[in-house]
């Protein structure tokens, strides 16, 4: 079996994906009362990003994207915190086969695994991952962290039910069907 590399348009993916996580994150972020917690637009888009380009771009964008939006905004890295957008990304991405974006299909039954994903990673990422990582690099207190693990499982999951399906939508929508062109007479 021959070893898959990333592909050029998927590195450039990368590339760009960050470059745009980086910029939204910097002004789109919308504060909660909860410390350190953001309603972020930035999550849709990496969904989207994740569903198109799969697993490893999503896992790379998050990664990327979060390690230097931190580094620019706060002139520090939350590696936690980090590590749990490249695992949203990543999880996101596995599913992306199922969804059959592009040949335009993104239904009823496809918009429904997306959200089931979405949240289920969020989850992973949010109540699992960032606390924990929490905990164990830095120290913080539990209820601290999963208060806010809490906060961004909902803030990102509905962000991304609402922004992130319609974007799907939207790009289903500009790919052509699988079989409806037909041959005229």
């Known amino acids: 079996m021959k070893k898959q590399d990333l592909s050029v348009k998927n590195v450039v993916a990368m590339g760009i994906g960050s470059a745009i996580y980086v910029i939204l994150t910097r002004f789109t972020s919308i504060p909660t009362p909860i410390p350190n917690t953001n309603i972020e637009l930035v999550f849709p888009f990496l969904a989207l990003f994740a569903a198109i380009y799969g697993a490893k771009v999503g896992f790379a964008v998050g990664f990327i994207g979060h390690t230097l939006s ?27 086969k199922k969804l059959d ?15 089931i994903v979405q949240i289920f990673a969020n989850i992973i990422a949010w109540i699992v991952v960032a606390p924990i990582g929490d905990i164990i690099i830095y120290s913080e207190p539990a209820n601290k962290v999963f208060v806010q693990g809490i906060s961004a499982t909902l803030s990102n999951g509905i962000t991304i039910l609402v922004v992130g399906t319609l974007l799907l939508k939207a790009y289903a929508g500009t790919k052509i069907k699988k079989g409806s062109l037909r041959k005229e007479d």
Do not use: E, P
Request: charged fraction near 5%; avoid cysteine; charge should be positive.
């Open 70 to 96: 931190d580094f620019i905004m706060y002139g520090q890295t939350w590696w936690s915190w980090v590590l749990a957008t490249g695992v949203l990304g990543l999880i996101i991405g596995l599913a992306s």
């Open 101 to 115: 974006l592009k040949n335009g299909i993104f239904g009823i039954k496809q918009i429904l695994l997306f959200n």
